[in-house]
Every structure is written in C-alpha cells, then in structure tokens.
C-alpha cells in the first residue's frame, strides 16, 4: 500500500493511540461499489481503530475492541495481525464481518482477510444477507434475513463458499427448516448453487437434491428443471409431476410439464410467452393427456382425453390500429371435466374465441372482428352449436353533434359479415352474408327539470340464406324495420338527514340523503315481417316488433362521512308493459321465447306464449361500510304469482375473518328454464401471509338435487419462514366423483412446492 508521510516515519516497534487512517492505491475500476457511506473511508483509505496497536514493520498488532474498516467492507474483533504491505488480516475472537455493499453480515471464531484481493476464509462461520421480499399473490413473505451457517467458508472477490453447513430464512436456535449441504456456492445478488443438498423440516428429511439453483437476481430468468412433485388420485392413479423451464432469451421463454398418471397415462401443459418488442405481447398454452381410459370395473375403460389450447396476444400496428386475440380450443366437453382442476371451469360449457383489429378515432370505430364460439349441449360427441363470424367488418360511429346550438345528434351501426351455424339438427353453408346498417338520429328537450330524449332509427339487414318451412336455403332475406324511443326521465326528488348514529357523527357533519329517481321509456318497432325466417347468429337477429313501455323507480341513499360520498343503499325496480302481446305473431305457445325487448329485462327467459307485461324486476343492494355488501335481484312474475327468479349474494369482512354466499334460484316453467336452487359459501379466517392459524372452506350445493357438487377445506399454518398447507377437495358433477387431498410447503420469499398448486388455493 502507499502511505502517507505521516504514517510512513513510525517504523520502530511502539505503541500508538487512536484512530489511523492508512491511504491505499485507486481501487480496481472493475470493483463493484454501489453506495458511498457517509463517514465513510474515502476509496484510497483504510481505518484502523483498536485500544492497543503495536507496529513491527509492516505488520500491525492491534488488541482490544480492533477494527478494519474500507468503504465496502469492516472487520471487528477482539485481535487483529494486519499486514499493511499485502494487505492480509487475521482476526480471532468474537470476529464480525460486514460487506456494506451488499448488505453482508459474517459472524465467525477466526478470519483470514485481504482488504486488497477482498479474499478471505472464515472458520466456523455464521452470517446472515437480507431477503428478497417477492411480494405477489401465493407466495408467503417475510422480512427475516438468510442465516447460514458452516465449518468453514470463504469468500472469493463476489462471490462466497460455505463449506458443511446449512442456510434457512427462520429464527435461530431452532428454525422450522433448513438446507444442509457439502458446499454452498453463492454469489450475492446473481445466484445460489447447493451441492449434495438435503432439505430437512425441524429434523426430518423431506428431499435430497445432488445439485440445487436458486436465483438471487431481482428479475431471474434461468433455465432450469423445476422441483418435481409427487401425489396420489382416486381417478389417476399415482402422479408424477416433472418439468423444464428454458428462458430461451431476454424476450422468449417456455415452460414444459409432464404428468404422470399412472392409471390413466401422460398429460402435457406447454406454456410459451414472449415479449417481441414493446409494441406485441402474446401467450400460449397447450394441455392435453393421452388417456388409456378410466377402468369400469368389467374389463371397459372410458377414455376422457383430449386437447385445450389457448392463446392471447395483442400488438400495436400503429396510425392508431391495435390487434388482439383470444384463441381458445376445446376437442371435447367431456375431458374438461374429466381433468381440469377448476370447478367454474367444468361447469362452464362455453368455449369463446375472438381476434380484431380495431381503431378509434374522433367520434368513429372500426372494428375487423373473427370469433367463433362453442356452446357444448352435452357430453357426447358432437352434440354442440358453433357460431363464427370470418370476418365481420364493423364501422360505427358514436352520437355526434351535427349543428352548433342544436340539440340534434346523429350515430349509426354498420356491418359485413360472413357467418356460419352448425348444430345436430342443422347447418348453414360455409359463409352466409349479412349485411347490416342502423343509422339513428337523437335530440334532447329540457322543460322546468323534466329530461325528454326522442329518437328514431331505421335498420336494413339482408342475409344470404333463410329458414324455409324449417330447413336452410339459399334465398335472400331482406328485413327492413323502423325504430321509435322516447325516454323521460323527471327531476329526482332529494332531502337531507343527519347520519344516525351507528352510520356517522351527525356533529361532526355526516349527513345522509335519500334520491328518489323515476325514469320511463316508450319503445315502437315495426317492419320486422319474416322474424321466423332468420338464422340466429347473435342479438341482431332478435329484434322483433314491439310497441312496450318501461317504468321504473330507483331510491338511493348517499352517505357524507369526513367529506366523502359512498352510495350505502339503492333500491331499483322497474316492469315493462308490452302493447303487443305477440310481438307481431312472433311468439309461440309452451315454447321458449328469446326476443330483444326480453333479454334486457331479465337474465332468464320469461315468455312461454303471448304477454302483456313483463315479470317485476327489482335489484336491492347494500353497503353501508367496508366490511359489509350485499345484493339481492329478484323477478316476480304476476302470471303466476311468486318469484320465479332470484340471485342473492353476500360478502362479509372483519378482520382476518370473512364469509360470503350465494344463491341462485329458478322457479319458472320447466320449458322456459329448468328448476335449479345452488348455494355457493366461501368462509374462513387469516390470509396467505398470516401467522399462525390460518384456515377455510368453499362449497356448492345443488339444494333441488340435494349434492354436494364441490367441496374445499383448507387449513395453513404459517410461522416466521415457512408454511403448510393441507387441502380436502370433492368434485361430484356429471362424470366426475373424485376426493382430492393437496399439501403444499412454503417456503418465505422464495416459493411453494408440493401437490397443492397456487391457483388451486383459498388464500
């Protein structure tokens, strides 16, 4: 090292009080230093402090509280040999080392140390480095450092090896987990290597890994085998899970699982995501399983395999246009039941595609649309409706302005498409055109607080194939009808009340108020002749003649606390009158009838044969703070004298505690909709990162069919750096009666392995 002048004249053996600054050469460029530390050493400087130090030329003896100290790192302990000319530090008793750049904190008996090479070795070593918080849904977190401890270690410029020892994120002396192994190599911020690794909970050993990865980068993308995991299934058998993920490059990467069941065969799951530039983004993801078939129990077996595929992408093309898909396939209804893990999944027998290429601009859209869509009938083979549209072009503009100081707007909808139909009992040809415009034409009138919106719209729709005493031909159809609308909508009603106690402090302000808002609408639609003629390809063909009125009456309540405004409580019901019974002799007796003027009414069919009005609709909701909410949507119909439909939903919260329902009824005709009475619950206490206790349940209930159709229980237990997960499922629907039991271990800030994956748990 280069001294200064001063520090340079003592060189004969003496003793020498105080603090000693010792000037050292300009460090290497290559030296990684993030952070100048205020009353730090400057860069060409190393302090000295000790009670006693005895110079023998080159060699300091420092004795009694001695302390090294760089700008990146310091040495204490209760002695310290330094050589100033190489540099070499041998520390014993109580020694502590800190690494301020890295944030690196090193207890150990005896340290060999070179403040130049940054070199060293540790002799029964224990140190401890901050943790990574990844703070993101399914995995646990917690702000305990990584404590290791070994025989001995030694640390290489950046990067350090532990030798015979073991690292863990829990409270010493008797962490929860631990990984032993013959050497550890890690290199701060990059990346950990554990060689000959066994994985130990308290005392047992749960797996052994000759060659164990983990990132310690703030983005990792490393390819690398995932941990491989092993289960039990009534259905499938032993199950093996293994995978692969390849970061192909900065923008591109892939993850590849494979599934081993030992009574049914091998299922696949491929997921590819990338990132082309910062325009495109896309993601696709592949599952299938090549079933041999659940066995029957008399020699049979019934396959269930099958393929799912599912893609999502957008880019930007520029001048304002933007593309993006949702591609989804599906060979067959009965193997998403037979093999998805999801229960709103396997219910769900839709399966939706779409990809368009839109713009916007002033008041204009285009939209360059293609979908297909899938409803599954049933689980046998083919028994399915699919609707495509290749392409439909869309052009639309919204209402606009046409003359200044005029209340006069004009708006249209515009359509080409190519469109098909198939289900069992029939099917279109390859592409029937439709072409279709809807422009309309809208003022507004203001008298003493009353709002009267008119307007009036004009639609021609022609197709190039029509229905013909039942079956399909290719004869044009032209449908021509005429719209009129008039909305009213009257002043609101409104007063002012003091908040009640148990809602606000009426002295400090918090008031209520109670709007009553009325609203009524005339709708007139003619000219719609051949409604029975038309294929049905989506709500454009469900526009039939109509003259109705709608009325309806909302009560709200606003509630002013601290000088912000929550609506608690509205109150919404509303019935329409139909003038037409018929709707131009459209409607058919002890038939489900589904017309435009119905579905926006309700969510469940109602016309089963000509009639005057609609069910009473009410919608109720409540929330009168944080913790709690609810709705209830109910559809009385006069005609038979009941609620024939009803949706109720509740959620709860306090605290860590919190339990929501449903439940779902339909009570109208059996040829309108099928009877049907589900409860859904969900309930439980604590949360992901809650120590301690943590536990819930899921459920439906078919009450009409008195089965349990799905059933969740969890029950975690979460301590200061891990956690455990136990999970009871039952599926019990169509072809599916399985009993599932998940565990999964989770370790803080890094990640959970086990049978229980993160988007099949409760919390």
């Known amino acids: 090292m280069l001294f200064t002048p001063e520090i340079v004249v003592g060189q004969v053996p003496g003793l020498y009080p105080g603090p000693i600054r010792v000037v050292r050469p300009q460090p290497n460029p290559n030296l990684k230093i993030k952070v100048i530390r205020s009353n730090a050493p400057a860069a060409n400087e190393i302090f000295i402090e000790a009670v006693t130090q005895e110079v ?38 109580n020694v502590k080392f800190i690494h301020f750049t890295n944030n690196e904190e090193l207890q150990a008996d005896r340290v060999e140390y070179n403040v130049k090479k940054e070199t060293g070795k540790f002799y029964n070593v224990k140190g401890l480095s901050p943790a990574k918080i990844q703070s993101r849904p399914g995995v646990l977190t917690s702000a305990n450092p990584f404590v290791f401890e070994g025989k001995w270690a030694e640390r290489l410029q950046d990067r350090y090896i532990l030798h015979e020892g073991f690292i863990t994120s829990c409270k010493l002396p008797k962490p929860w987990w631990r990984l032993y192994g013959n050497t550890f190599d890690i290199i701060p911020e990059e990346r950990a290597i554990a060689h000959k690794a066994i994985f130990r909970i308290s005392r047992l050993p749960l797996f052994y890994t000759p060659y164990f990865y983990k990132s310690l980068e703030k983005m990792p993308r490393k390819s690398g085998f995932l941990l491989p995991v092993v289960g039990n299934s009534s259905r499938y058998g032993q199950v093996v899970n293994t995978g692969y993920f390849w970061a192909i490059n900065r923008n591109y ?62 880019t930007l093309l520029g001048d304002g246009f933007e593309a993006r898909a949702n591609i989804n396939y599906l060979s067959s209804y009965t193997f998403r039941q037979a093999f998805t893990q999801s229960f709103n999944e396997a219910v769900f027998s839709e399966v939706h595609s779409i990809a368009y ?65 198939t289900q069992p009992l029939f099917q279109t040809r390859q592409f029937v055109d439709r072409l279709d415009a809807a422009p309309r034409i809208m003022t507004a009138l203001h008298l003493w607080g009353f709002n009267l919106i008119p307007a009036f719209s004009a639609r021609e729709t022609q197709y190039g194939s029509s229905f013909n005493n039942g079956t399909i031909n290719g004869a044009n159809i032209l449908r021509s009808s005429r719209e009129v609308s008039v909305e009213l909508i009257p002043p609101a009603l409104e007063r002012i009340y003091n908040a009640p ?29 051949d409604f029975n003629k038309l294929i049905r390809f989506d709500d454009t063909e469900l526009t039939a003649n109509t003259s109705e009125v709608e009325l309806s009456i909302t009560n709200r309540i606003f ?142 209930y078919d009450y009409r069919k008195q089965i349990m159709q799905y059933e969740t229980t969890q029950v975690s237990y979460n301590s200061d750096c891990c956690g455990l997960s136990v999970q009871f499922r039952r599926f019990n629907f169509g072809t599916r009666n399985e009993n599932q039991y998940r565990v999964a271990f989770s370790i803080a800030n890094i990640g959970t392995f086990g049978t229980l994956k993160k988007n099949e748990r409760l919390f």
């Open 56 to 93: 023998d030329g080159s060699m300091r003896y420092l004795r009694g509280a001695a302390r090294i100290e760089t700008t990146e790192v310091m040495l204490k302990a209760d002695e310290v040999d330094f050589d100033e000319e190489t540099g070499d530090a041998e520390a014993r008793g």
């Open 253 to 314: 990467d892939l993850t590849y699982r494979n599934q081993l069941f030992t009574a049914r065969g091998f299922a696949h799951h491929v997921d590819f995501r990338g990132i082309p530039n910062d325009k495109s983004a896309f993601n696709f993801i592949l599952f299938g399983v090549n079933d041999r078939g659940l066995d029957l129990g008399n020699g049979q077996r019934l396959k269930q395999g099958g393929l799912q595929m599912g893609f999502t992408g957008r």
């Open 357 to 421: 290429i839109t713009k916007h601009w002033s008041s204009f859209s285009f939209n360059g649309v293609f979908s297909n869509n899938e409803i599954f009938l049933s689980t046998n083979a083919n028994d399915q409706i699919t609707i495509r549209k290749l392409p439909s072009i869309e052009f639309a503009s919204r209402d606009r302005q046409i003359l200044d100081n005029f209340p006069l707007w004009v708006s249209f909808d515009s359509s080409v498409a190519l469109m098909r139909r």
């Open 501 to 529: 106690s148990w809602l606000g402090d009426s002295k400090k302000g918090d008031r209520l108020k109670h709007v009553i808002e009325p609203r009524a609408s005339y709708l007139y639609i003619s000219g719609v002749n």
């Open 559 to 700: 509630l002013k606390r601290n000088d912000a405004v929550t609506e608690i409580f509205s109150w919404q019901v509303m019935q329409r009158r139909f003038f037409d019974p018929t709707f131009g002799g459209v409607v058919t007796n002890d038939n489900r009838n589904v017309l435009l003027s119905t579905i926006g009414m309700s969510a469940y069919a109602f016309v089963a044969g000509p009639r005057s009005y609609s069910p009473v609709v009410s919608v109720l909701r409540v929330n009168p703070n944080g913790h709690f909410g609810a709705e209830w949507r109910t559809d009385y119909d006069p005609m038979y004298h009941r609620i024939t439909n009803s949706s109720l939903s509740a959620d709860v919260r306090v605290s860590d505690y919190y339990f929501s329902m449903g439940d779902n009824q339909v009570n109208t005709l059996p040829n309108l909709t099928p009877a049907a009475n589900q409860i859904i619950a969900r309930g439980g206490f604590g949360n992901e990162n809650r120590r301690g206790w943590n536990a819930g349940f899921s459920v439906v």
